[in-house]
């Protein structure tokens, strides 16, 4: 994103323009329906396709296209998102819906859910999202749950006490998916604690 150009609109595939709706509320409705357990990979694909790409013409007929198509308008996507990316799942654009409204309203005076709201670019909303200020709920809530619990002594039990039970309240509700990637990051911590241990004591 640039100050100087336009907010693109199009991705590049097989040596052409392929007009795109890159609107924050599409995709954040592809993103709903990509976690879909329902739905199969093939569905979930030709559905994003149509949200996203403005000629549903131009959409290719074969799967391996499509595949294909739809890693050019993610990565048009995700190259502004990458900026975004934390190692901890701190927000939810779902769960956290009502809060992010709110924030957009207290800094922006935008409302996400009128007409000219929705229209807002994805690049434009991740941008502003970024830019959020500490004092709306939203932020304070991405701090607490970010937050890492401190080392327990004899002066703090109350502010544990109270980080956790903040915690608790403003939890995630985590997909199996990413329960098992937490598990899996986990363990490959763990493990590499212990090489480093091993090889410590050589």
């Not at 198509?69 to 190692?87: N, R």
């Not at 327990?152 to 403003?170: G, I, V």
């Amino acid at each position: 994103m640039t100050l100087y150009d336009k907010l693109p609109r199009h991705v590049l595939f097989q040596g052409e323009k392929i007009g795109i709706r890159p609107e924050f509320a599409r995709v954040l409705l592809c993103l709903k329906i990509s976690a879909d357990p329902v739905l199969s990979d093939p569905d979930k694909l030709e559905l994003c396709l149509q949200i996203l790409v403005r000629h549903r013409a131009r959409i290719p007929k074969n799967d391996t296209d499509k595949a294909a198509l739809f890693q050019a308008v993610f990565d048009f996507l995700a190259d502004v998102e990458k900026k975004q990316s934390h190692s901890m799942k701190v927000f939810d654009f779902e769960q956290d819906a009502a809060y992010i409204y709110a924030a957009f309203y207290q800094c922006y005076h935008i409302d996400l859910l009128s007409k000219t709201g929705r229209k807002l670019h994805w690049h434009q909303f991740i941008s502003l999202f970024g830019g959020l200020s500490e004092d709306t709920r939203l932020m304070q809530i991405i701090s607490i749950r970010s937050r890492p619990m401190p080392k327990a002594t004899k002066y703090n039990a109350e502010e544990r006490q109270m980080l956790a039970k903040l915690k608790a309240q403003y939890r995630l509700q985590l997909t199996e998916e990413e329960r098992k990637a937490q598990l899996a990051d986990g363990f490959a911590k763990m493990a590499a604690a212990l090489k480093s241990m091993a090889q410590e004591k050589r």
